[in-house]
């Protein structure tokens, strides 16, 4: 079993070794590695870019709820204006309505619209206090079309904000 193990690690340094003898000699000749197929391929943006709170502000962060989560809801509480991801673009919304309970300097409803006539309609249920902030473990966003057509998309999140110094 030693044996097999001394052996299993010596294959592996002379694949290395003989990795970095090909990439030493191309270069040597003055001849630049090929550059990777990967770092040539620009990967889509996925997402709201990161945001950031100035000290003492406070934000709603919201991602969707699916297997690879995208952050595609931002606002900052006592703003009202919001940022959402929708159809591969950043979007400008303007709130038009709030309602419901307190929380997190947040409440639990809230309307906004784009700028095109669409509206979306936010809907949360505050979950339990983080330090500098609270959970929102439920929320649906809805976006409204101007024929009245309803897309529902789920998400969860948190309030937070950043503290002063």
Do not use: H, Y
Not at 141 to 151: H, K, M, N, P, S
């Amino acid at each position: 079993m030693n044996s097999f193990r001394i052996s299993l690690v010596a294959g592996a340094l002379a694949v290395l070794a003989s990795c970095a003898t090909s990439t030493s000699a191309n270069n040597q000749a003055g001849q630049a590695a090929p550059p990777s197929p990967l770092a040539q391929v620009e990967t889509p943006q996925r997402g709201l870019p990161a945001q950031t709170l100035n000290v003492g502000e406070c934000g709603l962060f919201l991602w969707t709820r699916r297997e690879q989560p995208e952050f595609i809801f931002f606002s900052k509480a006592g703003s009202d204006d919001a940022l959402l991801w929708v159809d591969g673009t950043v979007a400008d919304l303007n709130r038009v309505a709030l309602g419901g309970d307190i929380f997190g300097q947040q409440l639990t409803e809230q309307d906004f619209a784009f700028g095109d006539g669409r509206m979306v309609e936010l809907r949360m249920e505050p979950g339990e206090q983080l330090v500098g902030g609270q959970r929102v473990p439920e929320a649906s966003l809805t976006v409204i079309d101007a024929e009245g057509w309803r897309t529902m998309v789920p998400v969860a999140g948190v309030t937070a904000c950043q503290p002063e110094q």
